[in-house]
């Protein structure tokens, strides 16, 4: 099986900055794209970033120049670093991976969401 967990949630205000990382575990083969997306309340899951393996990077427009996103294929972990936060921002993230296992062909992963909350 294979298991993204996901860290570095939590409440900040305007203008502040987190870094959310995502490890993945478990019988991995080989891991190809990996992102983050987010979900506000009421509103539907949208792309925040994506890096492939080979580092190649593609954001939204609402938040680029703001957020960074990055990965340690060693590690098999996604970091997503966000500066100058809005309230907008404000969201539950989740990451996603592209992971082929031992038992497996190339298979989408969630994490299970970690909740950014930026106040005005």
């Known amino acids: 099986q294979v298991h993204l967990v996901e860290s570095g949630g939590g409440l900040v205000q305007a203008g502040g900055s987190l870094r959310l990382s995502c490890a993945a575990s478990?019988?991995?083969?080989?891991?190809?794209?990996m992102g983050w997306f987010r979900q506000a309340p009421g509103k539907q899951r949208e792309l925040v970033a994506t890096i492939t393996s080979g580092g190649n990077t593609n954001y939204s427009d609402s938040v680029k120049g703001r957020f960074t996103i990055s990965r340690d294929n060693a590690k098999n972990t996604v970091y997503l670093l966000m500066n100058s936060l809005k309230p907008e921002d404000t969201a539950v993230y989740y990451c996603?991976?592209?992971?082929?296992?031992?038992?497996?062909?190339?298979?989408?992963?969630w994490g299970q969401g970690t909740q950014v909350t930026v106040s005005s």
């Open positions: 478990g019988s991995i083969f080989s891991i190809n794209a």
């Open positions: 996603n991976a592209k992971i082929a296992s031992m038992t497996e062909d190339l298979h989408d992963y």
